[in-house]
């Protein structure tokens, strides 16, 4: 009885693998994040406040493999310097690259920061996108380092068409 189920059961499992397999290299969800990431985001006034700092800036580029090119600016003359992003590919089914919150609005990953000036903020750090308050944060296991909202006007000003 088996043997006649045999091709059909060798189908079944062929496309399960096949549509666990594009999942992995094409999520719908993973392009949303790359895209949103892209842009300029201003420093939360509460954060800048708390910390004290009377600007903070990051415009993030586009991604090249990986890595972003961009810009930070700390008021107080703490930083103002190109910097570059670098993290793994998203991946929805390796939670080491990055973790998706079940509702879909919150990215946090794993990302190495090259700072082209000394500055006194690890390298290896953990970004976290939430696209509902439209923030963006960085930290490690001790502290807060940035909080930042997206600007969407100033964005979509330096957005190619």
Same mark, same amino acid.
């Given at each position: 009885?088996?043997?006649?189920?045999?091709?059909?059961?060798?189908?079944?499992?062929?496309?399960?693998?096949?549509?666990?397999?594009?999942?992995?290299?094409?999520?719908?969800?993973?392009?949303?994040?790359?895209?949103?990431?892209?842009?300029?985001?201003?420093? @939360?006034?509460?954060?800048?406040?708390? %910390?004290?700092?009377? !600007?903070? +800036?990051?415009?993030?580029? *586009?991604? #090249?493999?990986?890595?972003?090119?961009?810009?930070?600016?700390?008021?107080?003359?703490?930083?103002?310097?190109?910097?570059?992003?670098?993290?793994?590919?998203?991946?929805?089914? @390796?939670?080491?690259?990055?973790?998706? %919150?079940?509702?879909? !609005?919150? +990215?946090?990953?794993?990302? *190495?920061? #090259?700072?082209?000036?000394?500055?006194?903020?690890?390298?290896?750090?953990?970004?976290?996108?939430?696209?509902?308050?439209?923030?963006?944060?960085?930290?490690?296991?001790?502290?807060?380092?940035?909080?930042?909202?997206?600007?969407?006007?100033? !964005?979509?000003?330096?957005?190619?068409?």
């Amino acid at each position: 009885m088996i043997g006649q189920y045999r091709y059909a059961i060798a189908v079944v499992i062929i496309i399960a693998m096949l549509i666990i397999f594009m999942y992995t290299i094409y999520n719908p969800h993973v392009d949303a994040w790359e895209k949103y990431m892209y842009g300029y985001w201003v420093g @939360d006034s509460v954060f800048c406040e708390q %910390s004290e700092i009377d !600007t903070l +800036l990051l415009f993030i580029g *586009e991604n #090249e493999n990986n890595v972003r090119n961009g810009y930070l600016v700390i008021g107080g003359d703490v930083a103002d310097m190109p910097i570059k992003i670098k993290y793994n590919k998203l991946n929805a089914f @390796d939670p080491s690259r990055a973790k998706i %919150s079940k509702k879909l !609005t919150t +990215l946090r990953m794993p990302v *190495e920061i #090259e700072f082209t000036d000394e500055i006194e903020i690890p390298s290896l750090l953990t970004m976290e996108l939430d696209i509902i308050s439209g923030t963006l944060r960085l930290f490690d296991q001790k502290t807060i380092y940035g909080v930042w909202r997206k600007d969407h006007e100033i !964005t979509a000003m330096f957005t190619k068409e």
